[in-house]
């Protein structure tokens, strides 16, 4: 059974500190997708890649947040330094390109205090 | 800018009952309305999707109805189920240059009681 997998599920961190979130995308699926879900935004598309190249992250504040593909399994996305106004569920989704179903994984919730 | 937003937060209904979700939408150039359920602690899971040339689409006790006239969706989930207790999202995705992301509204809380 094919799933998208995310790495940590829960970070609690200080304020300043440096956050890494990784994710593991469906074998062969060419495109992956950061999204950042919170009460008051709701769900927030902050980067995507296609065949492991950025297209679009013009939803991320580029002063503190970057978003990488080293491999074909393996995004990560980094917050340096971190800030309380991070505190969110951060998902990742991957899919194919033409078509519009985007599986998601489970999320990495963070807590900046 | 332009945005996907609900009409109601929550909506409860009698397990068994026909269910119905509205979205109202702004950007007239998307091309595909998605509806995504989203349970408790777990990330969004696609449900259905429409392209905006159609307005009626059927799947497996869902239907999408899409009036571009006033840029209206509404997800109709038949004989709803304990199961179908989530959160529904529409979003909406414009294709334009290739682009992939979606941008979503705000989300639908649908309680079942029994």
């Known amino acids: 059974d094919a799933r998208v997998t995310q790495t940590p599920r829960h970070k609690v961190t200080e304020m300043g500190q440096e956050v890494t979130m990784r994710c593991q995308p469906i074998?062969?699926?060419?495109?992956v997708f950061w999204y950042r879900q919170t009460m008051m935004q709701g769900l927030e598309l902050l980067a995507y890649?296609?065949?492991?190249?950025?297209?679009?992250d013009s939803g991320m504040p580029k002063d503190r947040f970057s978003a990488e593909m080293p491999d074909a399994t393996l995004a990560t996305l980094k917050i340096q330094p971190s800030e309380p106004r991070d505190s969110a569920v951060y998902f990742c989704?991957?899919?194919?390109?033409?078509?519009?179903?985007?599986?998601f994984g489970p999320g990495t919730r963070l807590t900046v205090l | 800018g332009e945005s996907v937003g609900l009409h109601l937060p929550t909506l409860s209904v009698q397990e068994g009952d026909n269910s119905i979700i509205n979205c109202a939408y702004s950007?007239?150039?998307?091309?595909?309305f998605i509806w995504y359920k989203q349970e408790s602690g777990k990330g969004p899971q696609f449900i259905i999707d429409?392209?905006?040339?159609?307005d009626k689409r059927q799947g497996q006790r869902v239907t999408v109805l899409l009036n571009k006239t006033v840029k209206h969706l509404s997800l109709q989930i038949a004989a709803t189920q304990p199961g179908d207790s989530a959160v529904y999202f529409c979003?909406?995705?414009?294709?334009?240059?290739?682009?992939?992301?979606?941008?979503f509204g705000k989300g639908t809380h649908l309680i079942i009681q029994p």
């Open positions: 074998l062969g699926h060419n495109t």
């Open positions: 979003a909406e995705k414009y294709s334009g240059g290739g682009a992939d992301g979606l941008t």
């Open positions: 950007n007239s150039a998307s091309d595909y």
């Open positions: 429409i392209r905006s040339n159609m």
């Open positions: 989704a991957s899919g194919l390109l033409g078509y519009n179903e985007q599986f």
């Open positions: 890649f296609r065949n492991r190249a950025p297209l679009d």
